[in-house]
């Protein structure tokens, strides 16, 4: 592979701390057959590797988890060559032993949300891929690499369940969530993840804990604001925590990603529809993804 592009995507917390890292930042206007992305796209360097970056929720937090334009998102990374992506956002705890403060790298996902738009193809055809093991494992693991040569704590799986918000869980869901398997809950993981499968690109999620879900009683005693201090203190944290990951993974010289890697093939075996059914101008549209 040829200068592979790292797509990096900053979540709540992490975006201004991801664009200061990048050296010989150009910004990048992008349009979509699916809209804008959030945010210009900032190309340019971090250590071994050039990157993309883009602001989930947009300039100034614009865009709440459900409004994000996660199809403009993906398809502007892939079009401008990237071939993997790392992402980051914020989540709850749903484990005692998963602390505010820590990092998660999930190796699967709860899908609860359900006004978003989850496939790129949907004027297109039937187009089914594979999603059984949602993130890259070989990326996941370029990353617990890194996270071994830093001092947090990083737990290297965890199923995410990812809700639609933009309102938290009550706690009888809280509960049912950990029933369920879940280990840490979000709003923003999906459809990003699916998007990033359906657009050939191997994708990882770095996570980070904000604090214990409603499924945990807090001290009565304390104020709500002394609570709300404390919680962005742990996002800060695991802000700082996660900067330095992404930064130690780009800093390796060794490849994130290959053609080999079956993130890069999900559309093999994945389209149904027969092309003299598809719509010509759509699939001309839509190329990129292709590629």
Known sequence: MRNPIIGLIGGTGLGDALAEQIQDAVSKEMDTPFG?????????????????FLNRHGTGHRFNPSRVPYA???????????????????VGSLRETIHPGHLVLPDQFIDKTWRRQTSFFDDLGAVH???????CARLRERLMVAAEQIQTVTHSDGTYVCMEGPQFSTQAESLMHRAWGGD????????????????QLCYALVALV??????????????????????????NQATQNAAALIEKTLQSDRALCDENCACRKSLELAVWTKPDAMDPATRRRLSPLFE
Not at 74 to 90: D, E, H, P, Q, W
Not at 220 to 235: D, P, W
Request: net charge negative.
């Open 210 to 235: 904000s604090d214990y879900d409603c499924w945990r009683e807090h001290d009565s005693t304390v104020e709500k604001q002394t609570l709300l201090q404390e919680i962005i203190g742990n996002l």
């Open 36 to 52: 804008r992305p959030s945010a210009p796209v900032l190309l340019g360097r971090i250590g071994a590797h050039r990157v993309a």
């Open 72 to 90: 403009a998102n993906l398809f502007a990374l892939k079009s401008l060559g990237v071939t993997a992506v790392i992402a980051s956002g914020a």
């Open 129 to 135: 891929v594979e999603f059984s093991h949602p993130c």
């Open 184 to 199: 840490v809950i979000g709003m923003t993981a999906l459809p990003e993840a699916k998007l990033a499968r359906e657009a």
